[in-house]
T-cell receptor, first 109, second 114 residues
Framework: GQNIDQPTEMTATEGAIVQINCTYQ??????LFWYQQHAGEAPTFLSY??LDGLEEKGRFSSFLSRSKGYSYLLLKELQMKDSASYLC??????????WGAGTKLIIKP | TAGITQAPTSQILAAGRSMTLRCTQD?????MYWYRQDLGLGLRLIHY???????GKGEVPDGYSVSRANTDDFPLTLASAVPSQTSVYFC?????????????FGEGSRLTVL
């Protein structure tokens, strides 16, 4: 079956770096998305990877390895406002989105 | 611009009653979606529409119906609500092919069925 695995919760310190890992199993592959969701709010798009490698966007970077079925989201210079859930989402051969349950990131001062 | 507007924000509903969740977008996106989000689970697709006049079933369509009479509106109807339909419902849209582009979400509708 199709599946997305990511840690349930992580804790990091303000100003530090954190890496949120995601492994995926999809029937075919048409890309990997990351979304951010603050508590009680809607998800918002962060990144999209379809080729192997690292995509950098400001303090956030996303990495993809298609051969390993693996992605990570790297957050640098953590700020308190980065406390949120981060959703890993895979797109299969039919462009159906498979959503992970999300990683709740807690930032401590 | 408003983006995507959902109504109501929250609702408590008696089991067996019907309910329509409204969704309107002003971005002229072709594709629209309804998801439900439950604790500990990923978002699950209920129904989708690739363009006005067409709809399709997602992963968990039972108990729900949708219509897409025009580009802007995509209401979700629960004909006879059951407690398992207690959830947060998100409407979303995208401007590309189904599920290849960034999704824009509404703020969600929290539904409690008693």
């Amino acid at each position: 079956g199709q599946n997305i695995d990511q840690p349930t919760e992580m804790t990091a310190t303000e100003g530090a770096i954190v890496q949120i890992n995601c492994t995926y199993q999809t029937s075919g592959f048409n890309g990997l998305f990351w979304y951010q969701q603050h508590a009680g709010e809607a998800p918002t798009f962060l990144s999209y990877n379809v080729l192997d490698g690292l995509e950098e966007k400001g303090r956030f970077s996303s990495f993809l390895s298609r051969s390993k079925g693996y992605s990570y989201l790297l957050l640098k210079e953590l700020q308190m406002k980065d406390s949120a859930s981060y959703l890993c989402v895979g797109a299969d051969s039919n462009y159906q989105l498979i959503w992970g349950a999300g990683t709740k990131l807690i930032i401590k001062p | 611009t408003a983006g995507i507007t959902q109504a109501p924000t929250s609702q408590i509903l008696a089991a067996g009653r019907s309910m329509t969740l409204r969704c309107t977008q002003d971005m002229r996106h072709n594709a629209m979606y309804w998801y439900r989000q439950d604790l500990g689970l990923g978002l699950r697709l209920i129904h989708y529409s690739n363009t006005a006049g067409t709809t399709g079933k997602g992963e968990v369509p039972d108990g729900y119906s949708v219509s897409r009479a025009n580009t802007d509106d995509f209401p979700l109807t629960l004909a006879s609500a059951v407690p398992s339909q207690t959830s947060v419902y998100f409407c979303a849209s995208s401007d590309g092919e189904r599920d290849t582009g960034e999704l824009f979400f509404g703020e969600g509708s929290r539904l409690t069925v008693l």
